[in-house]
Nanobody, 112 residues
Framework: QVQLLESGGGLVQPGGSLRLSCAAS????????MGWYRQTLGKERELVAT???????TYADSVKGRFTISRDNAKNTVSLQMNSLKPEDTAVYYC??????WGQGTRVTVSS
């Protein structure tokens, strides 16, 4: 059984920063790809960023230059540093692990 636990969400003003973390535990078969997705009311869950076991990253165009994904293989964690946050970044953010595993989500609200 695999568990993904996200943390770090909260309320932040536009232009502010947050750092999300995801800790993986349990019977992990593969760490080849981890990522962050987000979902808002009325929209489909969308990809934010991914990172491979080798450190290759991808980002949604909407977050390029503002968000940075990283991982610590020794600790089985993946993080998302979010800078210059915008109101449209407001969403529930979900951690993803290759194989179809999802965390419970952590809410990010960007508002004045």
């Amino acid at each position: 059984q695999v568990q993904l636990l996200e943390s770090g969400g909260g309320l932040v003003q536009p232009g502010g920063s947050l750092r999300l973390s995801c800790a993986a535990s349990g019977s992990i078969f593969s760490m080849r790809l981890m990522g962050w997705y987000r979902q808002t009311l009325g929209k489909e869950r969308e990809l934010v960023a991914t990172i491979t076991s080798g450190g290759t990253t991808t980002y949604a165009d909407s977050v390029k230059g503002r968000f940075t994904i990283s991982r610590d293989n020794a600790k089985n964690t993946v993080s998302l540093q979010m800078n210059s946050l915008k109101p449209e970044d407001t969403a529930v953010y979900y951690c993803y692990l290759y194989g179809g595993y999802w965390g419970q989500g952590t809410r990010v609200t960007v508002s004045s």
